[in-house]
Protein backbone atom coordinates (compact mmCIF):
# COMPACT_ATOMS: atom_id res chain seq x y z
CA UNK A 1 0.00 0.00 0.00
CA UNK A 2 2.77 2.67 0.84
CA UNK A 3 4.54 1.81 -2.28
CA UNK A 4 1.42 1.98 -4.48
CA UNK A 5 1.18 6.08 -2.68
CA UNK A 6 4.84 7.16 -3.98
CA UNK A 7 4.67 6.94 -7.48
CA UNK A 8 1.93 7.68 -10.53
CA UNK A 9 1.48 4.97 -13.04
CA UNK A 10 1.31 7.20 -16.12
CA UNK A 11 3.25 9.98 -17.48
CA UNK A 12 0.29 12.21 -17.85
CA UNK A 13 -0.37 11.64 -14.18
CA UNK A 14 3.15 12.28 -13.71
CA UNK A 15 3.60 15.60 -15.51
CA UNK A 16 -0.02 17.01 -13.73
CA UNK A 17 0.86 15.92 -10.95
CA UNK A 18 4.52 17.15 -11.02
CA UNK A 19 3.03 20.83 -12.01
CA UNK A 20 0.88 20.81 -9.05
CA UNK A 21 3.61 20.17 -6.53
CA UNK A 22 5.83 22.48 -8.29
CA UNK A 23 3.27 25.32 -7.70
CA UNK A 24 2.79 23.85 -3.93
CA UNK A 25 6.58 25.30 -3.29
CA UNK A 26 5.24 28.26 -1.88
CA UNK A 27 4.23 26.04 1.37
CA UNK A 28 7.94 25.17 1.90
CA UNK A 29 9.07 28.46 1.51
CA UNK A 30 6.76 30.13 3.70
CA UNK A 31 7.24 27.12 6.43
CA UNK A 32 10.63 25.72 5.80
CA UNK A 33 12.08 22.83 4.60
CA UNK A 34 11.82 20.67 7.65
CA UNK A 35 8.25 21.89 8.78
CA UNK A 36 6.61 21.09 5.04
CA UNK A 37 8.58 18.01 4.91
CA UNK A 38 7.04 16.76 8.24
CA UNK A 39 3.71 17.86 6.97
CA UNK A 40 4.32 16.00 3.17
CA UNK A 41 5.05 12.78 4.87
CA UNK A 42 2.29 13.10 7.85
CA UNK A 43 -0.75 13.49 5.42
CA UNK A 44 0.91 10.84 3.22
CA UNK A 45 0.76 8.36 6.16
CA UNK A 46 -2.85 10.31 7.06
CA UNK A 47 -4.32 9.67 3.13
CA UNK A 48 -3.12 6.05 3.52
CA UNK A 49 -4.64 5.58 6.77
CA UNK A 50 -7.78 6.86 5.70
CA UNK A 51 -7.46 5.20 1.73
CA UNK A 52 -7.30 1.93 3.52
CA UNK A 53 -10.23 2.46 6.05
CA UNK A 54 -12.41 3.71 2.99
CA UNK A 55 -11.13 0.61 0.58
CA UNK A 56 -12.04 -1.48 3.12
CA UNK A 57 -15.89 -0.09 4.22
CA UNK A 58 -16.61 0.02 0.75
CA UNK A 59 -15.45 -3.22 -0.29
CA UNK A 60 -13.08 -1.93 -3.27
CA UNK A 61 -10.89 -4.99 -4.55
CA UNK A 62 -8.19 -2.90 -6.87
CA UNK A 63 -7.52 -0.25 -4.26
CA UNK A 64 -7.02 3.35 -5.16
CA UNK A 65 -5.35 4.80 -7.87
CA UNK A 66 -1.30 4.65 -7.68
CA UNK A 67 0.55 7.92 -6.98
CA UNK A 68 0.91 10.40 -4.33
CA UNK A 69 -2.92 11.58 -4.97
CA UNK A 70 -3.04 12.16 -0.91
CA UNK A 71 0.07 14.62 -0.68
CA UNK A 72 -1.09 16.10 -3.90
CA UNK A 73 -4.73 17.13 -2.45
CA UNK A 74 -4.11 17.96 1.07
CA UNK A 75 -1.81 20.59 -0.25
CA UNK A 76 -5.38 21.91 -1.83
CA UNK A 77 -6.26 22.70 1.47
CA UNK A 78 -4.25 25.60 2.26
CA UNK A 79 -3.77 26.33 -1.17
CA UNK A 80 -7.41 27.23 -1.14
CA UNK A 81 -7.10 28.92 2.32
CA UNK A 82 -3.88 30.97 2.63
CA UNK A 83 -2.81 31.31 -0.97
CA UNK A 84 -4.38 35.02 -2.63
CA UNK A 85 -5.13 35.24 -6.05
CA UNK A 86 -2.94 37.88 -7.11
CA UNK A 87 -5.18 38.34 -10.85
CA UNK A 88 -8.22 38.12 -12.46
CA UNK A 89 -9.70 37.97 -16.08
CA UNK A 90 -13.03 36.67 -17.89
CA UNK A 91 -12.46 33.63 -19.76
CA UNK A 92 -15.87 32.79 -22.15
CA UNK A 93 -17.70 35.25 -19.97
CA UNK A 94 -16.76 33.73 -16.60
CA UNK A 95 -14.92 35.77 -13.75
CA UNK A 96 -12.11 33.67 -12.82
CA UNK A 97 -8.12 34.14 -10.79
CA UNK A 98 -5.33 32.94 -11.65
CA UNK A 99 -5.69 30.07 -8.97
CA UNK A 100 -8.70 28.52 -11.65
CA UNK A 101 -5.37 27.23 -13.67
CA UNK A 102 -4.17 24.97 -10.69
CA UNK A 103 -7.72 23.78 -9.77
CA UNK A 104 -7.99 22.92 -13.59
CA UNK A 105 -5.15 20.40 -12.87
CA UNK A 106 -6.43 18.99 -9.96
CA UNK A 107 -9.36 18.06 -11.74
CA UNK A 108 -7.81 16.72 -14.59
CA UNK A 109 -5.79 14.45 -12.12
CA UNK A 110 -9.04 13.84 -9.97
CA UNK A 111 -10.85 12.67 -12.90
CA UNK A 112 -7.81 10.56 -14.60
CA UNK A 113 -8.53 7.25 -12.86
CA UNK A 114 -12.69 8.30 -12.15
CA UNK A 115 -13.71 6.86 -9.24
CA UNK A 116 -10.53 5.36 -8.31
CA UNK A 117 -8.71 8.66 -8.64
CA UNK A 118 -11.54 10.98 -7.43
CA UNK A 119 -11.58 8.68 -3.92
CA UNK A 120 -7.87 8.86 -3.45
CA UNK A 121 -7.75 12.38 -3.98
CA UNK A 122 -10.96 13.00 -1.78
CA UNK A 123 -8.96 10.99 1.05
CA UNK A 124 -6.01 13.44 0.60
CA UNK A 125 -8.44 16.53 0.91
CA UNK A 126 -9.87 14.72 3.79
CA UNK A 127 -6.30 14.45 5.51
CA UNK A 128 -5.45 18.26 4.67
CA UNK A 129 -9.02 19.12 6.34
CA UNK A 130 -8.09 17.02 9.35
CA UNK A 131 -4.48 18.65 9.97
CA UNK A 132 -5.81 22.51 8.89
CA UNK A 133 -8.60 22.10 11.53
CA UNK A 134 -5.53 20.24 13.97
CA UNK A 135 -8.07 17.81 14.70
CA UNK A 136 -4.98 15.26 15.91
CA UNK A 137 -3.47 17.74 17.69
CA UNK A 138 -0.13 18.36 15.73
CA UNK A 139 0.08 22.42 16.39
CA UNK A 140 0.40 21.58 19.84
CA UNK A 141 3.13 19.10 19.49
CA UNK A 142 4.85 21.21 17.01
CA UNK A 143 5.04 23.89 19.30
CA UNK A 144 6.04 21.95 22.60
CA UNK A 145 8.73 20.12 19.91
CA UNK A 146 10.04 23.69 19.28
CA UNK A 147 9.85 24.61 22.88
CA UNK A 148 11.87 22.24 23.72
CA UNK A 149 14.11 22.69 20.78
CA UNK A 150 14.73 26.32 21.76
CA UNK A 151 15.55 25.38 25.50
CA UNK A 152 18.36 22.74 24.32
CA UNK A 153 19.89 25.45 21.81
CA UNK A 154 19.68 27.93 25.02
CA UNK A 155 21.40 25.53 27.20
CA UNK A 156 23.97 24.77 24.66
CA UNK A 157 24.60 28.51 24.25
CA UNK A 158 25.00 28.52 28.21
CA UNK A 159 27.63 25.95 27.98
CA UNK A 160 30.13 27.37 25.02
CA UNK A 161 30.18 30.65 27.31
CA UNK A 162 33.81 30.87 28.57
CA UNK A 163 33.88 31.54 32.52
CA UNK A 164 36.11 34.48 33.79
Known amino acids: MMAQALAFTTAGELLVGSLLLYGFRVFERQA????????????????????????????????????PYGVVFAMFVPFCLDVPATSRFTF???????KAFTYALGLQLLLLHGRLSALAGLCGLAAGALVRLDVLGLRRLARAVEEERA?????????DEPEC
Open 32 to 67: GTEAYGSRVVFVGVLSALLQLGLGAALREPHGFASG
Open 92 to 98: LGLALTD
Open 151 to 159: EGDDAAEDD
